[in-house]
């Protein structure tokens, strides 16, 4: 894909373009979510898993072309991409049975709001993703990392369509990251940014909405930092600034990190994985202990919110 990219000029990065979140310096393919999706695709038709999960796939199709389209012609607005987003995640949690109603300890949604947290989390998850995608091998690494845990716990509970795609998923990172880390020769791209979040994210809801031994809050410790991430840009920007939340900057962590500590491209990434990985592995240890997996939460926010507001003061040290 690399290669087809810049044989003939699609799908590319342009460094000398205006976005406030770039950080190479060359022009770079942008079409390494295309062999990821290529690799899920490749599952479902070898096996009997298109018939069983049709809907499934249909919807990941669709929130990857949400994605790839912007990668090719750059011209597609935020909200035109949310709508088609909106589209595929429809068809996937009616279709596979992903709506979260159990958030249990807390409470136990209606059905009907059921489906609109569905929907807003599920969305969300995806654009997380894409907003962390920002650093050499940053966003494939927190992705492996989270299909692990997920293939783990699918392992545990004996959910077998969770436990394969999770390995696909995982081995299909591991594919791109190769070109991608340390040294950046080819970008994961809107397409596969999305695509890995709404898949992360309706594994994670079937998961847990259909196996009681899993806790509902172990899908937000598995993916805390990319949805605290986007949380936390959109008070950033909306409630502090007034902005659009759709608007972009070079506000997030791992810019800061990079602009104001480290000044190093993939190092930064390896510290934010590091950072991460304790928080994953408990979230796996305790699966089933849903106060538990709410407190590491409340301690992951902690310790972020501690270190970005050093990063913003320049009193990391």
Known sequence: MKFLSKKFHIFIDKADSNKPQRIHIAHTSRAGG?????????????????SLNLYFFIAFTIVFISGLSED???????????????LGVCIGIFGVGAVITDLSPIIKLPYFLG????????????????????LNGLAGGICIMAFTA?????????????????????????G???LNFPKGKIFLGDGGAYMLGFILAILLSVLTQKNTY?????????????????????????????????QPDRMHLHMLLHKRVFKNNP?????????????????????HRAWVLMGICIVFIIIYMIIYRRLVKFKFF
């Open 176 to 178: 791109f990251i190769i």
């Open 72 to 86: 090719f012609s750059a011209s597609l607005s935020p909200k035109t991409r949310l709508l088609i987003q909106l």
């Open 115 to 134: 489906i609109a947290f569905s929907l807003f989390g599920i969305i969300g998850v995806c654009n997380a993703i894409n907003i962390i995608d920002g």
């Open 34 to 50: 295309v062999g990821i999706f290529l690799a899920f695709c490749l599952i479902f038709f070898a096996g009997d898993y298109l």
């Open 267 to 287: 190092l930064s990434s390896a510290i934010i994985w590091l950072f991460n990985l304790p928080f994953m592995i408990l979230g796996v240890i305790f699966m």
């Open 150 to 174: 997920i293939g783990i716990a699918g392992f545990i509970v004996k959910a077998d369509f969770i436990l394969l795609a999770s390995i696909i998923g995982a081995g299909g990172v591991m």
């Open 214 to 246: 899993v806790s509902t809050w172990f899908g937000l410790t598995i993916m805390i930092y990319p949805v605290w991430e986007v949380l936390f840009s959109i008070y950033r920007r909306k409630i502090k600034r007034n902005l659009s939340p759709m």
